[in-house]
């Protein structure tokens, strides 16, 4: 596969491990967060951390759409399922993304018409297929995916199709940053940026981590290479005492951003002025709406949903996950109550979450859950 | 199974992902049905129960067909029915003989449907050398049966060539697997059209006989373990052995033979080869001495050229299944809680 | 947010110029390029990187060799290295 397969060089990951090896100099130690979702997953996925030398650690961060949605706005979209009319579309990413009375797919086993989509164009080939059914698409992503449910809205808004409707939970990824430098306690040297949203958002989004918080960010593609050669590029520049901002992803992000894509969501959405994000707390300008022009096609305009808040289990640490103050297996409920089988918190299901990744990728020997620590 | 490894089924429902082969369906298989409907289990379940009348040892084996949609790029339900059963007793180191073959049908699937399933699992069984021999046949209300079901038992004598079970596996035993995986489970996600791929991909659907066959006559005293990986991918199968046997296996990324489509639709879609359902193929542990024997003579037999060593069988980490790639990373792989589903993050 | 492909295109059409169908290893999907059309049209073989069925930008065959080739010279020489890191400055 081209673009990939050479990005997955075993020769060039070696020399690129070698390379972190001598400029991890051992007194120091190093706190990396990587805020992509995506970055995680990856990072396990190919056993990154092998790679590493002890000193360099990977702090996970909040970039995964799924794992700070609310339960409540999961509820709020199973409620839209309830109505017999309506076809709830959703990504395979969400169907076991557990609610109150269950996940996506425990509802569809129950009888909910729930089904699964790749692509928001699919959703609305169902609405068009479907004129008596209303199909409500649930979105959810980062700026990546917003420019994509933004130009299928448009599509449907241009076709005048009155069935289709959009559950919008698309949120921004500069205020959960902000979020994780602000957090008291937070100790991070430099940021693995992300890679796909930036295609969107382009380089200059993330300036002010460095002029404002001193803490270089290099945006980093997600194939084996790249993350490396971004940990390389982050070690030089803390070597050298500078924070800049760097494009590792140059091939394909453009630092200047997506125009036409930019363009698309300014059309389309506007930020809503505060949002709750799953152990995060509620943060104001950081999530999306559609705009009034739009209001035909919101679901949440055009049903009621019920809008309750649900707070997760006390005992369920995803937030402090999340800000990566502690490790995955290191919450009480890790690997216990909590498992991919029956997962408590979404960093569990979703399988970006730091800790879906960590059960089902990292080698566990040497890793004790907090149960056998008796903590 | 001690007492305190003994898995308790405690789900209020039947969910689909208890049929997807991986740990929902262990647990509802060993948590409940197991339990409840054979008693204690002396061994692991296999693919085959083995009875013994009057001194004759035979394979039994029981299996059902539910797919969506019926026919699908390189063969139909007709086929999996055939080839299904016949590959679970080759799997269990039996020579098939006879099938029986129940067909549920629904009301309003059309003759002409009906016929070509019934001259695809004529045919399968003539290209596999089995009788089918009898069968039931029932009629159910429009709206369910997706079409057809089709449920089979199977039955066969014993290969004297191949005794083998997964507490014989040991550290330092090769993996061996006939060919490349995922074939079947990714052409009939795209058959299903949910999903707008196009791919020149068919399902790998066939009798794995010949190459057991093969592998039995070559080395056969050195085969510990086999079967074959469908529903829950090779993943699945063996996780169940490391389980079953107490150890680590460990694969080499690098060697596990996988189509440039396959790996396509999986990258795409986010999905693990590992995890897919397969048709016609099978994994075998087999001891060392015995590794490039084995490899060769699966290669010779028809169908069997993309044969590979895949991996070992190591002590740790113990009942786990590993994978290490070629530049030196390790990750687990492990057994998925239901379908592989797509993803989009 | 994250899981997007590089595909070739392999198809377009001059009546339909939003959509494109791209190629991953014999894999292919229309796809909407609405977000990567520009004064440059696109050609059959151009490489583009699609997410939930949209083309999220086009790649950058001279980005891409440019960075094969600093991961190639990683490890060598010293002097290869400092070369490095001038251009990686001047990048932006």
Not at chain 2, 303 to 313: D, K, N, P, T
Not at chain 3, 45 to 56: E, P
């Amino acid at each position: 596969m081209k673009y990939v397969d050479e990005f997955r060089d075993a020769k060039l990951i070696r020399q690129a491990a070698a390379e972190i090896r001598k400029l991890a100099t051992p007194d120091k130690h190093f706190r990396l967060m990587e805020v992509c979702g995506g970055h995680t997953h990856a990072i396990y996925r190919f056993a990154l951390a092998d790679l590493l030398p002890e000193n360099i650690e990977l702090v996970h961060g909040p970039g995964c759409p799924v794992c700070v949605l609310p339960m409540g706005r999961v509820d709020d979209g199973l409620s839209l399922a309830s109505d017999p009319k309506v076809i709830l579309t959703v990504f395979g990413d969400m169907m076991r993304v557990p609610g109150r009375t269950g996940s996506p797919l425990e509802h569809k086993a129950r009888g909910a018409d729930i089904r699964m989509v790749y692509s928001p164009l699919d959703a609305l080939k169902l609405a068009r297929e479907n004129p008596d059914r209303e199909v409500v698409f649930f979105a959810i992503g980062f700026e990546t995916t917003a420019p994509s449910t933004a130009l299928t809205l448009r599509q449907a808004r241009a076709l005048g199709l009155r069935n289709f409707s959009v559950f919008c939970n698309h949120v921004t990824i500069i205020p959960a940053i902000r979020a994780i430098l602000d957090s008291p306690g937070m100790r991070i040297d430099a940021f693995i940026g992300p890679g796909h949203v930036s295609t969107v958002i382009g380089c200059r989004p993330y300036e002010f981590i460095t002029t404002r918080y001193g803490k270089p960010l290099v945006t980093s593609g997600f194939e084996p290479l790249d993350v490396l050669q971004s940990i390389v590029m982050i070690l030089r520049q803390l070597d050298s005492g500078i924070a800049i901002v760097e494009n590792q992803y140059a091939r394909v992000v453009p630092w200047e951003g997506n125009i036409p894509a930019l363009r698309v969501l300014a059309e389309v959405f506007e930020l809503r002025p505060y949002f709750e994000w799953r152990g995060l707390g509620f943060i104001s300008q950081s999530a999306l709406r559609l705009r009034d022009e739009y209001a035909e096609w919101d679901a949440e305009k055009r049903f009621h949903v019920p809008g309750v808040r649900v707070t997760d289990p006390k005992a369920a640490q995803c937030g402090e996950v999340l800000k990566g103050v502690l490790k995955p297996h290191q919450c009480k409920l890790f690997g216990r109550e909590c498992t991919p089988e029956k997962p408590v918190g979404a960093l569990m299901v979703s399988s970006e979450g730091a800790c879906a990744a960590f059960h089902n990728y990292a080698v566990r020997t040497g890793v004790t859950t907090a149960a056998s620590t008796g903590s | 199974m001690p007492a305190s490894q003994r898995i308790r089924f405690a789900d209020a429902q039947i969910e689909m992902a208890h049929g997807a082969g991986g740990k929902a369906s262990r647990r509802l298989i060993e948590g409940l049905i197991a339990p409840l409907m054979i008693g204690p289990l002396a061994n692991p379940l296999g693919d085959s129960a083995i009875v013994d009348i009057e001194g004759v040892q035979l394979a039994f084996t029981a299996d059902s067909f539910v797919v969506r949609p019926l026919r699908f790029p390189g063969g139909s339900i007709g086929d999996l029915a055939v080839n299904g059963t016949v590959n679970d007793l080759a799997v269990s180191g039996a020579k098939p003989v006879a099938l029986l073959v129940t067909l549920i049908l629904e009301a309003g699937l059309s003759t002409e449907s009906l016929e070509m399933e019934l001259r695809a699992i004529a045919s399968a069984a003539l290209n596999a050398g089995v009788a089918v021999v009898g069968g039931d046949t029932k009629v159910v209300e429009h709206g369910m049966a997706d079409g057809m079901y089709i449920t089979t038992a199977g039955i066969g004598t014993l290969d004297k060539r191949l005794v083998f079970s997964s507490s014989l596996v040991r550290p330092g035993d090769k993996v061996l697997l006939s060919g490349p995986i995922g074939d079947h489970g990714i052409t009939i996600l795209l058959a299903r059209g949910e999903i707008d791929l196009d791919a020149d991909l068919q399902s790998d659907t066939r009798s794995i006989l010949p190459m057991v066959d093969a592998l039995a006559g070559a080395a056969g005293p050195g085969v510990r373990w086999m079967r074959d990986p469908t529903r829950g991918g090779v993943a699945s199968a063996l996780n169940e052995l490391a389980r079953d046997a107490d150890v680590a296996i460990a694969l080499s990324e690098e060697t596990v033979p996988v189509r440039a489509q396959v790996r396509g639709a999986c990258e795409l879609l986010g999905l693990e080869p590992l995890h897919i359902a397969n048709e016609g193929q099978f994994v075998a542990v087999v001891a060392a001495e015995y590794a490039e024997m084995a490899l060769a003579a699966v290669r010779g037999a028809p169908g069997g050229h993309e044969a590979a060593l895949i991996g070992e069988v190591r002590e740790t980490p113990a009942r786990t299944v590993i994978s290490c790639s070629a530049y030196g990373g390790t990750r687990v792989v492990d057994m998925l809680v239901g379908d592989p589903l797509p993803r989009i993050c | 947010m994250c899981l997007a492909i590089p595909g070739k295109i392999v198809e377009l059409f001059p009546d339909q110029p939003h959509l494109a169908v791209i190629e991953v290893s014999g894999v292919r999907r229309k796809v909407n390029v609405d977000l990567v059309r520009d004064e440059v049209p696109l050609a059959v073989s151009d490489w583009l990187l699609i997410h939930v069925g949209f083309a999220m930008s086009r790649i950058s065959a001279e980005y891409a060799d440019e960075q094969m080739r600093l991961l190639t010279m990683l490890g060598e020489a010293d002097q290869a290295i400092t070369e490095i890191e001038g251009y990686e400055f001047n990048q932006s």
